[in-house]
T-cell receptor, first 116, second 114 residues
Framework: DTGVSQNPRHKITKRGQNVTFRCDPI?????LYWYRQTLGQGPEFLTY????????KSRLLSDRFSAERPKGSFSTLEIQRTEQGDSAMYLC??????????????FGPGTRLTVT | AQSVTQLDSQVPVFEEAPVELRCNYS??????LFWYVQYPNQGLQLLLK??????LVKGINGFEAEFNKSQTSFHLRKPSVHISDTAEYFC????????????FGAGTTVTVRA
């Protein structure tokens, strides 16, 4: 078990460009969550998957954002036509919904996005 | 919906002194409560959680927290801090629904000085 990994760790992009982030959860975990953390704030829920199904999307997730989890393994989060307001840390977490403690989420180190 | 208020944004403390980080929550339903720690350039790590049972919860690294339903609080304490406890601490809440998603407070930065 190597924990949750995220790539890249840092991304600098120009306004208007598209970016994609990847999250690899703990292998047996069926739940995968995306959160966004802006400077001075706590993480905010964006969306989550159970296996390959995306079950909920926050109102924070505009139409420019899309997330996928093909085959219920890794997940990608894409932001199209980035804006400066998208600059944040994007965190991924995974959990096992069928376990005795489904509330325990394991977080990755995050991808820090800077939009110039 | 649930929300969390962390009453202190920054807490400076001397090494070996006690520390308390305050957390209040708001919810129309029963909740589960969590404290996470985030060290620089690392992901969030679970310190402790309250799901049910004893209202005094012990976690890792000598931390403990007490759930107070009447005051809707879940304050975190450590009797003697170390330099290595310098980090950001987040209180989080989850409603009793099967999405298990977390709502976080804004965080408290703890700086331990020698």
């Amino acid at each position: 078990d190597t924990g949750v990994s995220q790539n890249p760790r840092h991304k600098i992009t120009k306004r208007g460009q598209n970016v994609t982030f990847r999250c690899d959860p703990i292998s047996e975990h069926n739940r995968l969550y995306w959160y966004r953390q802006t400077l001075g704030q706590g993480p905010e829920f964006l969306t989550y998957f159970q296996n390959e199904a995306q079950l909920e999307k926050s109102r924070l997730l505009s139409d420019r954002f899309s997330a996928e989890r093909p085959k219920g393994s890794f997940s990608t989060l894409e932001i199209q036509r980035t804006e400066q307001g998208d600059s944040a840390m994007y965190l991924c977490a995974s959990s096992l919904a069928s376990s005795s403690d489904p509330y325990e989420q394991y977080f990755g180190p995050g991808t820090r996005l800077t939009v110039t | 919906a649930q929300s969390v208020t962390q009453l202190d944004s920054q807490v400076p403390v001397f090494e070996e002194a006690p520390v308390e980080l305050r957390c209040n929550y708001s919810s129309s339903v029963s909740v589960y409560l969590f404290w996470y720690v985030q060290y620089p350039n690392q992901g969030l790590q679970l310190l402790l959680k309250y799901l049910s049972g004893s209202t005094l919860v012990k976690g890792i690294n000598g931390f403990e927290a007490e759930f107070n339903k009447s005051q809707t609080s879940f304050h975190l304490r450590k009797p003697s801090v170390h330099i290595s406890d310098t980090a950001e601490y987040f209180c989080a809440v989850s409603g009793l629904s099967n999405d298990y998603k977390l709502s976080f407070g804004a965080g408290t930065t703890v700086t331990v000085r020698a």
